[in-house]
């Protein structure tokens, strides 16, 4: 699954209103993943900023335009899935201030303050 991780009002949904769904994850906190009402895909998750989302690729109108910059939770991926080399990549997280260009953290900054 591809994310791309965008400030929330630069998201445009061209129809619907997705339904939030509160989701466990592994440190106890949990994860909003909306849902199309009607065939419920995932269409973004929030996980402790609303003002962030996390869209999902493959909602995109064009989802072929988009290449991932880094694979991250691989150590959960199933063994029949071969990752680039060229592509970093974490068996968790990362650290954001090493690998993010300084525009995109500029603009991260912005929204958290």
């Known amino acids: 699954m591809i994310n791309l991780l965008i400030e929330a009002d630069r998201v445009e949904l061209l129809a619907g209103d997705p339904q939030p769904v509160d989701v466990p994850r592994d440190d106890g ?3 909003r993943i909306f849902r199309c009402p009607t065939c419920q895909v ?3 998750s929030e996980y402790s900023r609303p003002e962030v989302r ?5 909602t995109l109108d064009d989802p072929r335009a988009v290449t991932p910059d880094v694979h991250i939770f691989t150590k959960s991926k199933v063994g029949w899935v071969t990752l680039p080399e060229s592509t970093p990549a974490f068996e ?3 650290d954001t201030q090493t690998l993010w260009p300084p525009a995109s953290l500029e603009r991260l900054d912005a929204i958290l303050r």
């Open 92 to 94: 968790i997280y990362y």
């Open 29 to 31: 906190s949990a994860q």
């Open 54 to 58: 996390f869209v999902r690729g493959g």
């Open 42 to 44: 995932a269409v973004f």
